[in-house]
């Protein structure tokens, strides 16, 4: 643990707080931060540039603050958003969080301390970025599996285990449009990052689409159905062997329909497991 080390060596070498005349501003971090990434581009990419910036932050920064920084200079921020912080922000900040993941719009949503969220706020918004659970990680599966069967027979006279597809998870937002309108789609990940230009060509928001448009995702539903997120993972699949390629297949399939060069033999589908949102 590289950073570690640095701040146990560095903790008996640097300025204490009491010591520094001020201490320094997140405005003036971000400032040092950008003259260390310019003296690290490939123009100006010199030792004697890269020592100076951070010869600045070791004079001017405490133990703990030099961490951080080095925390965000080799992108090792491993930051937990604990239940305790958001109370400390906002009455409504725990909830706002739960639904969107997003700590910059809960900021936004909780600027005034003394003003409760509404509660549409406060819900799942479509199209928008979404906090998606992942399923915990265990170790010893022979081990954990009789017990995760005993405690679903408790409760259920049957039950079924749904096979792990190893795609790229994606979020499927989808709209109806008002008034016979053009319906909405969009694809987002995990780490909300949209990829709705990946598929635009592939997934039809309407309905009857033909082969050059795509499939039409409006078929899927029913007219009752106004908007829906899925959770699923976009698999690439092999029509003619009628298997999934393997994971990592993705980008080579797609650029095969950019380019106008897909022969058909596999295409992307997206596998849905889970219902997050109905209307």
């Not at 003036?28 to 990434?37: K, M, P, S």
């Not at 509404?118 to 659970?133: N, R, S, Y």
């Not at 709209?175 to 230009?197: D, H, I, L, M």
Request: proline share 2%.
């Amino acid at each position: 643990d590289f950073v570690a080390t640095f701040f146990h060596v560095v903790a008996k070498r640097s300025y204490q707080a009491k010591t520094l005349d001020r201490r320094i501003t997140l405005a003036e971090l971000n400032e040092l931060l950008d003259q260390l990434a310019d003296a690290a581009s490939k123009e100006s990419n010199t030792r004697e540039a890269r020592e100076k910036v951070l010869r600045t932050m070791h004079t001017s920064m405490t133990a703990v603050e030099q961490k951080w920084a080095i925390c965000i200079i080799l992108k090792e921020l491993k930051i937990r958003v604990l239940k305790s912080t958001l109370r400390e922000l906002h009455h409504d900040a725990e909830e706002c969080y739960k639904a969107s993941g997003d700590l910059e719009d809960v900021c936004a949503k909780c600027q005034n301390r003394d003003t409760r969220v509404t509660p549409d706020a406060k819900k799942i918004q479509l199209f928008g970025q979404l906090a998606v659970k992942r399923a915990e990680r265990v170790n010893g599966v022979d081990k954990v599996m009789p017990h995760i069967v005993k405690q679903m027979e408790k409760a259920h006279t049957s039950f079924y285990v749904e096979e792990k597809l190893d795609g790229e998870r994606l979020l499927l937002h989808w709209a109806r449009g008002a008034g016979g309108g053009s319906a909405r789609v969009e694809f987002w990940s995990r780490q909300k990052v949209n990829f709705t230009q990946h598929y635009r060509r592939l997934y039809a928001p309407g309905r009857d689409a033909d082969s050059k448009h795509g499939i039409a995702l409006g078929n899927f539903f029913l007219d009752k159905v106004d908007s829906v997120i899925l959770d699923g993972e976009m698999m690439m699949y092999n029509a003619w062997e009628e298997r999934f390629e393997a994971f990592g297949s993705r980008p080579e399939v797609m650029n095969h329909y950019k380019n106008n060069t897909a022969t058909g033999e596999s295409r992307p589908g997206f596998m849905v497991f889970d219902i997050l949102y109905l209307i």
